[in-house]
């Protein structure tokens, strides 16, 4: 599976962002997907998780209430809408699936890695 993450840009605190995972492949359906993200100087820590088949979610406190996730598997998509924006959200967010139809928030639990697309918040 390759994944391709796009739609990050910089916004202003209190702004929307929507950013996209495009997977390859026909399994792409069966795989759980996360997005992760990345600050300067900081470790890859777990966003938000869809099951295989989107019906079942899981956040991080951080995001719970502000972000959302959802996927459309007949387009091999998955999407965050990231409402509210914070400086603190500034990072790189990258998308990862995994061999299962569930959602982890453990970084070594994927298998595959999108390249990142930069989020930047101003305050």
């Known amino acids: 599976v390759q994944l391709q993450a796009s739609g990050g840009g910089l916004v202003q605190s209190g702004d929307s962002l929507r950013v996209s995972c495009e997977g390859s492949?026909?399994?792409?359906?069966?795989?759980?997907v996360g997005w992760f993200r990345q600050a300067p100087g900081k470790e890859r820590e777990f966003v938000a998780g869809?099951?295989?088949?989107?019906?079942?979610?899981a956040y991080d406190d951080s995001v719970k209430g502000r972000f959302s996730i959802s996927r459309d598997n007949s387009a091999n998509a998955v999407f965050l809408q990231m409402n509210r924006l914070r400086p603190e959200d500034t990072a790189i967010y990258y998308c990862?699936?995994?061999?299962?139809?569930?959602?982890?928030?453990?970084?070594?639990?994927?298998?595959?890695w999108g390249q990142g697309t930069q989020v930047t918040v101003s305050s």
């Open positions: 990862a699936a995994r061999r299962s139809i569930w959602p982890h928030m453990g970084v070594r639990e994927y298998d595959f």
């Open positions: 492949g026909r399994t792409f359906s069966s795989y759980a």
């Open positions: 869809v099951s295989a088949s989107g019906e079942t979610s």
